[in-house]
């Protein structure tokens, strides 16, 4: 079973930064389309970022510029850096893999609020 554990989320301030961790236990974690959803309360869950298996990375308009989304092979982690953010930025977080057969999986979500 795999399973995705997000990390990091918490109170910031507008204008802080912030990192979101998330550790893959997918065995094809290299091969696998990763990315980041949010959801805000009363709100769809969606897309932030996305970072494909070679590394070419996408992004939503609001977090264009701001956010940065990488990952490392190595340690099956995906990586969410929040700089500059912003009160409505404030949701879950969630990490999302999705690996070369097709299968997708989310994690449990990390709570973000951003104080202003």
């Known amino acids: 079973q795999v399973q995705l554990v997000e990390s990091g989320g918490g109170l910031v301030q507008a204008g802080g930064s912030l990192r979101l961790s998330c550790v893959a236990s997918?065995?094809?974690?290299?091969?696998?389309?990763l990315g980041w959803y949010r959801q805000a309360p009363g709100k769809t869950r969606d897309l932030v970022a996305t970072?494909?298996?070679?590394?070419?990375?996408n992004y939503a308009d609001p977090v264009k510029g701001r956010f940065t989304i990488s990952r490392d092979n190595a340690k099956n982690t995906l990586y969410l850096q929040m700089n500059n953010v912003k009160p409505e930025d404030t949701a879950v977080y969630y990490c999302y893999s999705k690996n070369f057969g097709g299968k997708e999986y989310w994690g449990q979500g990390t709570q973000v609020t951003v104080s202003s």
């Open positions: 970072i494909s298996p070679p590394g070419i990375s």
């Open positions: 997918e065995p094809s974690f290299s091969l696998s389309t």
